[in-house]
């Protein structure tokens, strides 16, 4: 008898144990963001300023959201996300209009505006509105915006906007002297953005096609040929011939060739259209290794 009432007891103390309230788990400050095409940390360390050291890693602090400053770095608050390329931003009693250098995102009539415009946010808002402006050479563009590199304090360094942009696919590298700093880091985000997959969704230009006849069909035309490259691609003439930002070599683009499809002409840059490989070789191009 002794042994069964010992029993009972002890399935009793065990069933109790299962119903005693579990802990909540602790909410998390923000949702989780989930950009496009896939969220990946940054491909490398972002380049050291060349005329200041580079901040020592420092863990985020728990106390205060102030950061070390870098000599000649200047704090702001964001006010407004623009889009991919630029921020609103308070800085010394005064409201300034940001433009990144040394990128270019999609505009608002081009695919991936709202992707772009979403992560940039997501970079300067989700992870804290105080970001670190730093000058290059030039102090404003064209329109007045201040031309700066625009840094936010990650959970173990100091994280470039500009070139995390690139590096994830949302904005292409685009230099003008004499603001060159970077220049070899964004073009080394770009490349790794393309070995990666993460490409600029940018239509590539599509050749004109030919008017219909009048009886509602089109007429075959012939290419008729770009003997020294050619501005808007005649129908039928598709191949690239794209100028090395990098190194200035000329390096042509057949298509289903692995760059292609995210490469541009810019014709300003004297980048041209070819439509036969001749072309482009008598030209100087040579072709793409990959």
């Not at 008898?1 to 909410?27: D, F, I, N, S």
């Not at 989780?32 to 380049?47: D, F, G, K, L, R």
């Not at 106390?63 to 623009?82: F, M, N």
């Not at 003997?227 to 683009?253: D, F, L, R, V």
Request: charged letters at 20%.
């Amino acid at each position: 008898m002794r042994k069964v009432l010992a029993l009972v007891l002890v399935a009793l103390v065990l069933t109790a144990c299962r119903h005693e309230t579990q802990p909540t788990a602790t909410a998390t400050p923000y949702p989780t963001y989930t950009p496009w095409p896939t969220y990946t940390p940054y491909p490398t360390s972002t380049a050291q300023p060349t005329d200041t050291p580079h901040p020592t890693p420092t863990p985020v602090p728990t106390d205060t959201p102030t950061w070390p400053r870098v000599q000649g770095w200047q704090e702001a608050q964001v006010l407004q996300v623009g889009d991919g390329d630029t921020i609103e931003v308070a800085l010394n009693g005064q409201v300034y209009q940001v433009r990144y250098i040394g990128i270019d995102a999609p505009e608002a009539d081009e695919p991936c505006y709202e992707e772009a415009t979403r992560f940039n946010a997501y970079l300067v808002m989700h992870l804290g509105k105080t970001v670190y402006l730093e000058k290059d050479t030039s102090e404003v563009d064209k329109y007045g915006r201040l031309l700066r590199y625009v840094w936010i304090a990650g959970p173990d360094e100091y994280i470039m906007v500009n070139a995390e942009l690139v590096a994830m696919g949302y904005a292409e590298v685009s230099i003008y002297p004499p603001d060159v700093k970077y220049e070899s880091l964004f073009l080394e985000m770009e490349q790794q953005a393309h070995e990666a997959g993460l490409r600029s969704c940018r239509p590539t230009p599509t050749p004109p096609q030919p008017a219909p006849t009048k009886t509602g069909t089109s007429t075959p035309t012939q290419p008729t040929g770009c003997p020294q490259g050619c501005i808007t691609p005649p129908p039928g003439c598709a191949i690239k011939g794209n100028i090395s930002s990098k190194t200035g070599e000329k390096i042509y683009h057949l298509p289903g060739q692995r760059y292609y499809d995210q490469t541009t002409i810019d014709p300003s840059k004297g980048e041209r259209w070819f439509c036969t490989e001749e072309e482009a070789i008598a030209n100087g191009w040579r072709k793409s290794k990959v």
